[in-house]
C-alpha cells in the first residue's frame, strides 16, 4: 500500500517521522482524513488527537494547536508542543486540568486570562485523551 511520510515537529524537537497509510487530524474547519496523494494544502490545527494509521497498527498523537502542510509525498505538522501517548505525564496533565478549572472558575476573571485558562484546558484535556488510550 502507499505511504507518505508524516513528520511532527515543535519548536523545541522533532516528535514523530514516519510513513504511514493515513491521518485523522482536526483542522479549524472540521476533521480532515489524509491519504497519499493528497492534494497540497495548509491548515491550522485545533488542540486534539492526531490519529496516525500504518498496516493493522493505529495511533494517537497529542498535538497542541499550529499548523499542518499537506505535500507531495509528505505531511508537515508544526505544533506549539506535541507528544507522543509515551511520553506524557499523567499526574502534570491532571494538576494542569485542576489549575486551569480553578482559574476558569474564578469569579474575577478577565478576558486574556480567562482564554488562556481555556487553551490550557484543552491542552491537559488532550494530553488525558491520548494518554488513557495507549
Ligand atoms: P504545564 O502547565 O504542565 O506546563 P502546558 O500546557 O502549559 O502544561 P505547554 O506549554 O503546552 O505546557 O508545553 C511546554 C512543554 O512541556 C512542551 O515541551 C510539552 O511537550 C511539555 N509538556 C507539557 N505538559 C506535559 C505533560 N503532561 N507530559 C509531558 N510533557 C508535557
Known amino acids: 500500500m502507499k505511504t507518505f511520510l508524516l513528520e511532527v515537529v515543535t519548536p523545541e524537537r522533532k516528535v514523530f517521522a514516519e510513513d ?10 472540521g476533521e480532515l482524513g489524509i491519504l497519499p496523494d493528497h492534494i497540497p494544502f495548509v491548515t491550522p490545527l485545533k488542540i486534539a488527537p492526531v ?41 502534570r496533565a491532571k494538576a494542569a486540568k485542576e489549575r486551569a478549572e ?27 485523551e491520548v494518554a488513557g488510550r495507549q
Open 102 to 128: 480553578r482559574r476558569l472558575n474564578a469569579a474575577n476573571r478577565d478576558e486574556i486570562d480567562f482564554r488562556r485558562a481555556e487553551l490550557a484546558l484543552q491542552r491537559a484535556l488532550n494530553r488525558l
Open 51 to 91: 490519529k496516525v494509521k500504518k498496516g493493522n497498527n493505529e495511533q494517537y498523537i497529542a498535538v497542541h494547536g499550529g499548523f499542518m502542510e499537506v505535500r507531495k509525498g509528505k505531511v508537515v505538522i508544526l505544533a506549539e508542543s506535541a507528544e507522543l501517548p509515551g511520553d506524557i505525564d499523567v499526574e
Open 20 to 29: 504511514v497509510d493515513m491521518i485523522v487530524v482536526k483542522g479549524v474547519g
